[in-house]
């Protein structure tokens, strides 16, 4: 399986809402990630999970809050979020770091705040 | 400083040709170079990786070149096809000190038939 599935495909949401995003990779990698994108822009890293502990969040606001219950699996948790949070948001993983290791992403998640 | 440039945002080219697409950082730091290749709808994927000490690789029908003292490096791909339609991210990491995976602008192509 070289497949990183993401769930939902689609969400729609609104600012008092909570929510949240799943990821899984079954390739055995140990390092996973969350990017966020926006159209026509480049993703842009938020998390890194490595061995199942966050190693660099990028000055993520606290509305974005992500988790990883074990190594397959990638949570991002949603609270009060801003319509300018509207982007796709991606999930990838690699076998682990340092990152000479290439990038699996998943298709996303298409993410519209109302 | 942390920024990759990327040109041309976008480009045409007739099937049979040569895309190129540009890529140039200024931190000296970075030493991972891959390209990722985006369809619409799907996540990056990535197509070919260069580091530093080697100034061209090449891999089927794409071939990176690596500049080192201009600090720029390029994305060849030969014999275009309509199926290579797609945005083009290159992209610069640092694998030591502080972590960084930075992308450029992109570069949206389309190959016409």
């Known amino acids: 399986d070289t497949e990183v599935t993401q769930t939902p495909k689609h969400l729609v949401m609104g600012m008092t809402n909570k929510k949240s995003l799943k990821c899984e990779q079954h390739m055995g990698h140990r390092a996973m990630y969350w990017y966020k994108q926006k159209a026509k822009k480049p993703p842009e890293l938020m998390f890194v999970?490595?061995?199942?502990?966050?190693?660099i969040n990028e000055s993520v606001p606290s509305r974005f809050s992500p988790e990883c219950p074990n190594s397959s699996l990638l949570n991002l948790h949603l609270h009060a979020l801003q319509p300018e949070d509207s982007a796709l948001y991606l999930c990838?993983?690699?076998?682990?770091?340092?990152?000479?290791?290439?990038?699996?992403f998943g298709p996303g998640t298409r993410l519209t705040v109302t | 400083q942390q920024q990759v440039k990327q040109s041309p945002q976008s480009l045409i080219v007739q099937k049979g040709g040569i895309s190129i697409i540009n890529c140039a950082y200024e931190n000296t730091a970075f030493d991972y170079f891959p390209w990722y290749q985006q369809f619409p709808g799907k996540g990056p994927a990535l197509l070919i990786a260069?580091?530093?000490?080697?100034s061209e690789k090449k891999e089927g029908r794409f071939t990176i070149s690596f500049n080192k003292s201009a600090k720029q490096f390029s994305l060849h791909i030969m014999d275009s096809q309509p199926g290579d339609s797609a945005t083009y991210f290159c992209?610069?990491?640092?694998?030591?000190?502080?972590?960084?995976?930075?992308f450029g602008t992109g570069t949206r192509l389309k190959v016409l038939a």
């Open positions: 260069i580091r530093p000490d080697v």
């Open positions: 999970y490595s061995y199942e502990k966050l190693s």
């Open positions: 990838a993983s690699s076998p682990g770091i340092p990152p000479m290791y290439e990038q699996y």
């Open positions: 992209a610069a990491v640092t694998t030591s000190g502080t972590y960084k995976y930075i």
